[in-house]
């Protein structure tokens, strides 16, 4: 088929690949970076509040709305058990 791949195909530690359909998840996510609530063990969860202002006074369309907290809250979930992980390792 004519394609060649040069090279190898492992990621470094710290690249990874992102699928355009979840570009404006992730930017969305970095802003959130600041809306986290933090306990004496470290983060325990996203200031809800602190998101829906972002959601609301973001580049996020209206209708798209939902699925991206829903988004957020999977991320949050992962986010928040591997650090739980790192702390019990």
Excluded: H, K
């Excluded at 492992?10 to 992102?18: A, I, K, N, P």
């Excluded at 609301?56 to 957020?72: E, K, Q, S, T, V």
């Amino acid at each position: 088929m004519g394609l060649y791949i040069e090279g190898s195909l492992e990621l470094g530690v710290d690249e990874f690949w992102l699928w355009p359909e979840n570009e404006e998840a992730f930017l969305f996510w970095l802003e959130l970076q600041t809306q986290w609530n933090v306990g004496n063990a470290g983060p325990v969860g996203l200031n809800y509040a602190g998101v829906d202002v972002c959601l609301r006074r973001g580049d996020i369309r209206p209708r798209d709305r939902n699925r991206i907290f829903r988004l957020m809250q999977a991320m949050e979930r992962a986010a928040l058990d591997e650090w739980a992980q790192r702390r019990n390792s």
